[in-house]
T-cell receptor, first 112, second 111 residues
Framework: DSGVTQTPKHLITATGQRVTLRCSPRSGDLSVYWYQQSLDQGLQFLIQYYNGEERAKGNILERFSAQQFPDLHSELNLSSLELGDSALYFC???????????FGQGTRLTVV | DAKTTQPPSMDCAEGRAANLPCNHSTISGNEYVYWYRQIHSQGPQYIIHGLKNNETNEMASLIITEDRKSSTLILPHATLRDTAVYYCIARNTGTASKLTFGTGTRLQVTL
């Protein structure tokens, strides 16, 4: 158990809909990262938050947004969903300094 | 982040050492070498990281060449549960820098 909790584990929704994925980082970790992994594809970095502020941005679509709340949990919002958005979405967290990042078990999103 | 190059796949017999190479010839002095693995579709699992010295923990050993242009992850006694995709990542030493994953090496451990 990495200590990073992601909910829900599975999500099935229709095209055009909007969903919210939730991530609770390890206790005390200030940084949260979001990654997307499509079927048989690599892990694509989406976005990073550090203590509530956006820190780095990857190839995140404009239909996607994220935020980190004062209690440090984070949410990834995906809107106007398309079939191609079906993927595993992982959240990771890390502490200050150059410490390892720990990953949650992911949310499997299926858009039908 | 420096680009890393890994062989796409490797096989290893159970009980033998698995040596996974990684080339990072453009790594800069402020980048660590990190190793993660992903078993099937689970979340990536941290293995080990280092800057220039060799490192060892309960999971593996990391050997970094003196010029830091390449490294090798060693799993001393591979088991079937070590079958996974292994990722070598060059990560900036700045506070909480992102991890950029490449395509990794698919390690198959066989009986």
């Amino acid at each position: 158990d990495s200590g990073v909790t992601q909910t829900p584990k599975h999500l099935i929704t229709a095209t055009g809909q909007r969903v919210t994925l939730r991530c609770s980082p390890r206790s005390g970790d200030l940084s949260v990262y979001w990654y997307q992994q499509s079927l048989d594809q690599g892990l694509q970095f989406l976005i990073q938050y550090y203590n509530g502020e956006e820190r780095a941005k990857g190839n995140i679509l404009e239909r996607f947004s994220a935020q980190q709340f004062p209690d440090l949990h984070s949410e990834l919002n995906l809107s106007s969903l398309e079939l191609g958005d079906s993927a595993l979405y992982f959240c990771a967290s890390s502490a200050e300094g150059n410490t390892e990042a720990f990953f949650g078990q992911g949310t499997r999103l299926t858009v039908v | 982040d420096a680009k890393t190059t890994q062989p796409p796949s490797m096989d290893c017999a159970e009980g033998r050492a698995a040596n996974l190479p990684c080339n990072h010839s453009t790594i800069s002095g402020n980048e660590y070498v990190y190793w993660y693995r992903q078993i099937h579709s689970q979340g990536p699992q941290y293995i080990i990281h280092g800057l220039k010295n060799n490192e060892t923990n309960e999971m593996a050993s990391l050997i970094i060449t003196e010029d830091r242009k390449s490294s090798t992850l060693i799993l001393p006694h591979a088991t079937l549960r070590d079958t996974a995709v292994y990722y070598c990542i060059a990560r900036n030493t700045g506070t909480a820098s992102k991890l950029t994953f490449g395509t990794g090496t698919r390690l198959q451990v066989t009986l």
